[in-house]
């Protein structure tokens, strides 16, 4: 702060003298001291006398500036903006300024022992310091005034003064000192701070940036902290300004590697303070790590901003809070496996004496519900939370949602039937708590519609997606697809088509691609494969379609490339279904086209070499279809059609592969128990085995379970 607004004396060069004695004291500094007057007149000539003449009156004018300053900070003090500012508009600022520069120039010149400056022996009167500094000062003050007066544009302008005047004479800027026993250096830091501010409340934010760059391109001697300050509100206004301003061409020395925006600008300046924190150069300021993690979070840089975090001293977060940020970090990136290691340590035996680390484990649950490989896992961090005392029902209905997801994948990946029936109990009852202690979480509903989907209460699921759809507005592409799934589970296929059509109408992006496909399913279900092949041909052409030009913003760039990834795996499945259709109508060649296709853009899917035996199948081919049976089990060998289609080929080689035949589709029905077609193989054997009753049993399930099968699967 100024020297005036903390009430502090100002420290004048000498001591304080009578206003006389002020122009006296400047005047002799020049050689024209009172002990040489008596005889000055016969060596002077008459030029020398005018310009002795002149000084004078410019020394008492000086003196009449300074008295003005003076009384203004007096005015300021008390707090009486109006009159500081009514006397210091007395002050003749731009008619001082190229003095004050000139005497600037002169004065850190007469400092500088390298200097080879001249001085003149009777040379124009310069200002001294203190007489500056004192000025400076009042044109701060005056534009201190200003701003109580909430007069900022005004403001800004007269504090912007201040560095025309001083900058200019230093335009190397301050590598050191200019003078301890001068305020003049303290003025123009001050300046420096508050110009900006002036400008932000002006509510001007280009002047402002300018300002800000303005006093970090050059070194102004600034301490470390203050340094620090300035470069920490450049980097907050740049981000949350809601201005782009690009860097000005004579301040842009990295060449290609200028910032090209300002949320790169406001980056590298955060990562400077990010280094100079971690080499103690300045205090550790939690928010700049904060204004880091968003910024780097707005640029997708989610794997910087880890290493930034594993950067930070010890001490500045606990290990569990340190592992959270970390795991944020990774899955943010993409890297779930990375997060869910890192997440793992906070169940360790390690933190069991802390204090349960919420936010942690929820994440670690949220993580597991998105991969049933985890499952068991999920369940153990969603248990950890529940069993907590301390929580709020917000918390524990995401922890019952997450148990209750957790508890459906483990369902679907157990190997025991007696464990499958127990976890999807489990998972009713927590989704259903969950809702009912959630009820305006949407993802909850659509989670409890899907489990019971899975499960065949299709009654439930129905009423669930529709409160889904109301929920969301009408705007989840999701959301749709389920109910039109349940619906074809229920046989309601023109039902189904209809309400996939009116998604359609609002969809776009991969949506529309899902609900293209699962239209053109549903009219291949209803016997109309022209229709489907001409629904087919119109979701091609809109894969193929050319899509806008997308940012160089590293997130917009990384969404862009798993869109791309998604339409290429979609453009794979339509060509799989295509050579389906001609299949079924002997159209051998065509069929053969789309599943090179297929093989084209994904060559090692399951699917595709499914396919491939499917129509070596169709063709009586056993032997090349059992090949590329095993291809695709090679590839996925969890994958159940294929499994279930090598059962089939097997049955037609004899009695002797009966047994095999029958340990494939065990294992098929192990992985997906509601698979008609595997119950139905398998009545089929029992029959050639002469077990009637069994037979009569599996086809009893598989007559019960296709009356309830989708056209698609529901997850």
């Known amino acids: 702060m100024l020297c005036a607004c903390s009430g502090e004396e100002f420290k004048f060069e000498d001591a304080p003298q009578s206003p006389e004695s002020l122009a006296t004291r400047d005047f002799s500094a020049s050689g024209l001291s009172s002990s040489r007057t008596a005889n000055w007149e016969p060596r002077l000539g008459d030029d020398q006398v005018d310009e002795a003449e002149s000084t004078l009156k410019e020394a008492l004018s000086l003196n009449y500036e300074e008295a003005r300053a003076l009384l203004g900070r007096l005015e300021y003090q008390s ?11 007395g002050i003749d ?3 001082l300024t190229p003095r004050m520069t000139k005497a600037i120039v002169q004065r850190t010149q007469q400092r500088n022992p390298r200097s080879k400056a001249k001085v003149d022996v009777i040379p124009h009167i310069l200002m001294s310091m203190h007489s500056v500094s004192l000025l400076l000062e009042a044109i701060l003050l005056k534009a201190r005034s200003l701003e109580g007066l909430e ?7 007269d504090c912007k003064t201040v560095l025309d005047i001083v900058e200019p004479a230093l335009p190397e800027g301050i590598s050191g000192g200019i003078g301890e026993d001068c305020k003049l250096q303290e003025m123009f830091h001050n300046a420096l701070e508050l110009l900006p501010n002036l400008w932000i409340k002006a509510g001007d934010l280009d002047e402002a940036i300018t300002a800000y760059r303005r006093a970090l391109v050059k070194p102004w001697n600034l301490d470390p902290q203050r340094l620090a300050n300035i470069q920490k509100d450049l980097a907050i206004t740049l981000l949350y300004g809601a201005v782009e301003t690009s860097l000005p061409h004579q301040i842009q020395f990295w060449g290609p590697t200028t910032p090209k925006s300002n949320t790169e600008e406001a980056i590298l300046l955060l990562l400077v303070l990010m280094q100079k924190a971690a080499c103690g150069e300045i205090e550790w300021d939690a928010e700049i790590m904060d204004h880091l993690s968003y910024a780097l979070s707005v640029a997708g840089q989610f794997e910087l901003l880890a290493d930034h975090v594993e950067q930070v001293r010890p001490g500045i977060y606990n290990r569990a809070e340190r592992w959270y940020v970390l795991a944020l970090c990774y899955a943010a990136a993409g890297q779930n496996e990375s997060a869910l290691n890192l997440l793992k340590k906070v169940l360790g035996c390690s933190e069991a004496r802390h204090k349960p680390h919420i936010l942690a484990l929820l994440l670690g649950a949220k993580l597991c519900s998105q991969d049933p490989k985890h499952a068991h896992d999920g369940i153990n961090f969603a248990r950890k939370v529940i069993v907590a005392n301390h929580l709020n029902e917000h918390f524990m209905g995401q922890a019952h949602k997450f148990l209750g997801v957790c508890y459906g994948n483990a369902a679907r990946i157990s190997m025991s039937d007696s464990e499958r029936v127990s976890f999807h109990k489990e998972s009713l009852v927590s ?38 759809n109301d929920m969301v507005a009408e705007s989840s592409g999701k959301g749709w697809k389920l109910l039109a799934l349940i619906l074809s589970a229920e046989q309601r296929l023109k039902d189904a088509e209809t309400i996939t059509e009116f998604a359609l109408d609002e969809a776009a992006g991969l949506d529309k691609l899902e609900l293209l496909r699962l239209k053109a399913v549903l009219q291949i279900a209803q016997q109309r494969p022209k229709q489907a092949i001409e629904t087919y041909r119109l979701l091609l052409a809109l894969i193929h379609s050319p899509k806008e030009p997308q940012s160089q913003n590293f997130v917009h760039t990384k969404s862009s490339n798993s869109e791309v990834a998604a339409e290429r795996t979609m ?26 296709k297929a093989k084209s853009i ?3 899917s399951p699917r595709s070499w499914h396919t491939t035996g499917m129509l070596f199948e169709a063709q009586s081919l056993y032997r090349e279809a059992l090949v590329s049976f095993s291809i695709s089990l090679s590839i996925e060998p969890d994958y159940v059609p294929s499994i279930v289609s090598t059962a089939g080929i097997l049955m037609k080689f004899g009695k002797h592969s009966l047994p095999i035949a ?9 992985l997906e128990p509601t698979h008609h077609e595997a119950w139905m193989n398998l009545g089929l054997i029992s029959k050639m085995e002469g077990l009637l009753e069994q037979a009569g049993n599996f086809f009893q399930a598989a007559y019960e379970l296709k009356l309830t099968a989708p056209v698609q699967p529901f997850t």
Request: charged share 20%; net charge negative.
């Open 662 to 670: 029958r340990s494939f589709l065990m294992n098929a029905l192990r």
């Open 602 to 604: 994904e060559f090692y």
């Open 93 to 95: 600022i731009r008619g």
């Open 79 to 89: 707090g009486n903006f109006e009159a500081a500012l009514q006397v210091f508009q």
């Open 431 to 468: 989704l259903n708590y969950a809702a009912l202690n959630g009820k305006e979480d949407a993802e909850v509903i659509f989670s409890l519609s899907l489990e019971n989907a899975v499960q065949r209460n299709l009654d439930a699921a129905f009423n669930n997606a529709i409160k889904y």
């Open 151 to 157: 007069h900022f544009r005004e403001a800004a302008k």
């Open 571 to 596: 453009g794979a499945a339509t060509w799989q279904d295509l050579a389906t259709i001609y299949g079924r109508f002997g159209s051998w060649s065509d069929a053969e086209i789309c599943v090179k």
